[in-house]
């Protein structure tokens, strides 16, 4: 899956053709980049790999804070 994020809104796809994007909410485009980076990831996630149960999902992004949170599963900032 890859993720990308800006100050408007998201956008995910998937090799295998799938693609999303949204805008933001008022409150979510208030956020700081990587907080949106991590949203965007989180949406993606739920919305392209929900028939993904139990399987290992590669995760692309071109932030690395991101990616560190996402390889850690966790990160120093609770808000992230």
Known sequence: ???D???SGWGAWTNEGRN???LW????????SNQKEL???SHAIRILCSNLKSKIIQVLSDNTM????VNK????TDTL
């Open 25 to 32: 909410s008022k409150a979510d485009s208030q956020r700081s």
């Open 20 to 22: 999303i994007s949204y």
């Open 73 to 76: 599963m966790s990160g120093r």
């Open 66 to 69: 991101t990616v560190i949170y």
């Open 39 to 41: 949203l965007a990831v």
């Open 1 to 3: 899956v890859w993720t």
């Open 5 to 7: 994020a800006s100050h």
